[in-house]
């Protein structure tokens, strides 16, 4: 393996058709390590990725202008010059110049967008060949702040990420690139900056809650501090008239509106102030997805309506939007609630999505097989799905069973240190109900990631073990992890199709 200097040598120089020189990468794969797909010819320059002894280069062989924007090591062999670039995020900048379908791109209009987080950087060469051949937009880098801080990442680093891998597998049918659950002003801002071609902003901290169960004069209170303009509008709008969508109709009393105004007014000035002052001023299309998933009780038909007509009234143009559904989505498990409800619930939701035009968008959607059918048929095929930690449960998988020994001490780190981890996210698992890691066979290790217990254990503790450092500042599990990975990259990248695929034939892919 990593023989591409031969490859390079003996083809570059004498064959300039770029299918043949494609098929010769593919069938010489195991000597060359020359990623077939990524072959291109651009002016008198061959360009390709190859795969090094410990990590992935882009090689230019020939001579051309645009090579020079390249950072890397320049040698010669036989006359033909040949330059060694890092996979950094300058020359990825270089690459999506030459190449604009490495560009992530809005998908406005495309009826199936799944969102395929992947927090490692190595997931999205898996993605594309499980999607290559389906009319599914996978939005490849997709990532929340918290998921950054956890992983100690930036959003360049993760859009550079997809783009390399877009360019290994010479996909051009187009990604996407999601800021997810941004909160605030300035963080739409830094990922509008960086080039991110979708926003999900996430209202959480500007829905009151705590109207939804007020007292008639506290509510009364609340209400009241709306301008006169606002409640004249909503009452003449809401109060007392019955809504049809579809085949559903629900009634809006008055006290109703009043009580959808104060939990989502707020939320629905704070949305409208970004979408008017920041997104829709960026220049470019972007796809918008208002999240109201992150809050404590689901979401009522009413309340779906509600933020949807005002918002589109406001001129917000809606991609998708999350409302928080029955039941639980909990991380890297099946869904976990009544399907009776939430099939009727969502039907329901779907419908209102369909009536004002946009599309809905699931969250925590990894692992959730009992209701992707569901999904797939009532939205008749237009819907988005994010998915993330599964496919760094996949990974773990791959080193559980090539590694036991690094998977025993990140299994007892991430034991050790489960608390941490649930001040980001809610589960469910017990630890007691995982069977005591010392009295398994190295061979019985993967099978932990078939169960709940375990994969949510070491799901939510991602960050902590990526970010874990001995006293001399050294990954504890970082390095190791990743190498790993690298070494067994077509085994993770073969545990992701067949992963994430079972996710798309569930849902009727
Ligand atoms: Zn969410």
Not at 47 to 63: C, I, P, S, T, W
Not at 461 to 484: H, M, P, W
């Given at each position: 393996?990593?023989?591409?200097?031969?490859?390079?040598?003996?083809?570059?120089?004498?064959?300039?058709?770029?299918?043949?020189?494609?098929?010769?990468?593919?069938?010489?794969?195991?000597?060359?390590?020359?990623?077939?797909?990524?072959?291109?010819?651009?002016?008198?320059?061959?360009?390709?990725?190859?795969?090094?002894?410990?990590?992935?280069?882009?090689?230019?062989?020939?001579?051309?202008?645009?090579?020079?924007?390249?950072?890397?090591?320049?040698?010669?062999?036989?006359?033909?010059?040949?330059?060694?670039?890092?996979?950094?995020?300058?020359?990825?900048?270089?690459?999506?110049?030459?190449?604009?379908?490495?560009?992530?791109?809005?998908?406005?209009?495309?009826?199936?967008?799944?969102?395929?987080?992947?927090?490692?950087?190595?997931?999205?060469?898996?993605?594309?060949?499980?999607?290559?051949?389906?009319?599914?937009?996978?939005?490849?880098?997709?990532?929340?702040?918290?998921?950054?801080?956890?992983?100690?990442?930036?959003?360049?680093?993760?859009?550079?990420?997809?783009?390399?891998?877009?360019?290994?597998?010479?996909?051009?049918?187009?990604?996407?690139?999601?800021?997810?659950?941004?909160?605030?002003?300035?963080?739409?801002?830094?990922?509008?900056?960086?080039?991110?071609?979708?926003?999900?902003?996430?209202?959480?901290?500007?829905?009151?809650?705590?109207?939804?169960?007020?007292?008639?004069?506290?509510?009364?209170?609340?209400?009241?501090?709306?301008?006169k303009e606002e409640r004249e509008?909503?009452?003449?709008?809401?109060?007392?008239?019955?809504?049809?969508?579809?085949?559903?109709?629900?009634?809006?009393?008055?006290?109703?509106?009043?009580?959808?105004?104060?939990?989502?007014?707020?939320?629905?000035?704070?949305?409208?102030?970004?979408?008017?002052?920041?997104?829709?001023?960026?220049?470019?299309?972007?796809d918008f997805e208002m999240s109201?998933?992150?809050?404590?009780?689901?979401?009522?038909?009413?309340?779906?309506?509600?933020?949807?007509?005002?918002?589109?009234?406001?001129?917000?143009?809606?991609?998708?939007?999350?409302?928080?559904?029955?039941?639980?989505?909990?991380?890297?498990?099946?869904?976990?609630?009544?399907?009776?409800?939430?099939?009727?619930?969502?039907?329901?939701?779907?419908?209102?999505?369909?009536?004002?035009?946009?599309?809905?968008?699931?969250?925590?959607?990894?692992?959730?097989?009992?209701?992707?059918?569901?999904?797939?048929?009532?939205?008749?095929?237009?819907?988005?799905?994010?998915?993330?930690?599964?496919?760094?449960?996949?990974?773990?998988?791959?080193?559980?069973?090539?590694?036991?020994?690094?998977?025993?001490?990140?299994?007892?780190?991430?034991?050790?240190?489960?608390?941490?981890?649930?001040?980001?996210?809610?589960?469910?698992?017990?630890p007691e109900n995982i069977p005591?890691?010392?009295?398994?066979?190295?061979?019985?290790?993967?099978?932990?990631?078939?169960?709940?217990?375990?994969?949510?254990?070491?799901?939510?503790?991602?960050?902590?073990?990526?970010?874990?450092?001995?006293?001399?500042?050294?990954?504890?599990?970082?390095?190791?992890?990743?190498?790993?990975?690298?070494?067994?990259?077509?085994?993770?990248?073969?545990?992701?199709?067949?992963?994430?695929?079972?996710?798309?034939?569930?849902?009727?892919?």
């Open positions: 393996m990593g023989n591409w200097k031969n490859f390079v040598k003996n083809l570059c120089l004498k064959e300039s058709n770029v299918e043949v020189l494609r098929a010769e990468a593919e069938r010489g794969f195991e000597d060359y390590g020359v990623y077939p797909r990524s072959v291109n010819k651009v002016g008198n320059a061959v360009v390709m990725m190859v795969r090094g002894d410990n990590e992935k280069y882009l090689v230019a062989a020939g001579d051309d202008t645009w090579l020079q924007n390249l950072k890397g090591t320049e040698t010669e062999e036989e006359g033909l010059k040949i330059k060694v670039c890092p996979l950094s995020y300058e020359n990825c900048n270089v690459i999506r110049e030459i190449f604009p379908y490495t560009n992530p791109q809005a998908h406005k209009g495309r009826n199936i967008t799944i969102g395929l987080g992947d927090r490692l950087g190595l997931a999205s060469p898996g993605h594309i060949e499980t999607i290559r051949d389906l009319d599914v937009f996978p939005v490849l880098a997709q990532q929340s702040i918290r998921e950054l801080n956890l992983t100690g990442r930036t959003y360049k680093e993760v859009i550079s990420a997809a783009a390399w891998a877009v360019f290994q597998e010479g996909y051009t049918k187009g990604y996407g690139a999601d800021g997810d659950h941004l909160k605030t002003a300035d963080e739409v801002k830094m990922s509008l900056d960086v080039g991110m071609t979708m926003i999900t902003l996430d209202c959480s901290d500007h829905i009151d809650n705590s109207a939804a169960d007020a007292d008639v004069s506290e509510l009364k209170e609340k209400y009241s501090r709306f301008t509008k909503w009452e003449a709008r809401y109060a007392n008239k019955t809504f049809n969508t579809g085949s559903h109709s629900f009634h809006i009393s008055e006290e109703d509106m009043v009580r959808l105004a104060c939990v989502y007014g707020g939320a629905i000035r704070h949305t409208v102030d970004i979408y008017h002052n920041i997104i829709a001023k960026c220049g470019r299309p972007i109201i998933d992150e809050t404590l009780t689901p979401t009522s038909p009413a309340s779906h309506y509600f933020v949807a007509a005002e918002l589109i009234d406001a001129g917000v143009e809606i991609t998708s939007l999350a409302p928080r559904f029955c039941g639980e989505f909990q991380k890297g498990i099946d869904y976990i609630g009544d399907l009776k409800q939430f099939t009727e619930e969502f039907t329901v939701h779907a419908a209102i999505a369909e009536h004002f035009g946009y599309k809905i968008s699931v969250h925590s959607g990894s692992d959730k097989f009992m209701v992707f059918p569901v999904v797939g048929e009532k939205t008749n095929g237009r819907y988005h799905l994010k998915t993330a930690g599964t496919n760094w449960l996949e990974a773990v998988r791959v080193i559980a069973r090539h590694k036991p020994d690094l998977y025993r001490r990140m299994h007892a780190f991430a034991l050790e240190h489960l608390e941490e981890a649930k001040k980001y996210y809610h589960i469910g698992a017990k005591d890691i010392d009295s398994l066979k190295d061979s019985e290790l993967p099978d932990l990631m078939n169960r709940d217990d375990s994969r949510q254990v070491l799901h939510i503790t991602y960050g902590l073990i990526l970010q874990a450092k001995d006293e001399n500042q050294n990954s504890l599990f970082r390095d190791e992890l990743y190498s790993v990975l690298y070494e067994y990259e077509r085994e993770y990248t073969e545990a992701l199709k067949k992963h994430i695929g079972r996710h798309l034939r569930t849902l009727g892919l």
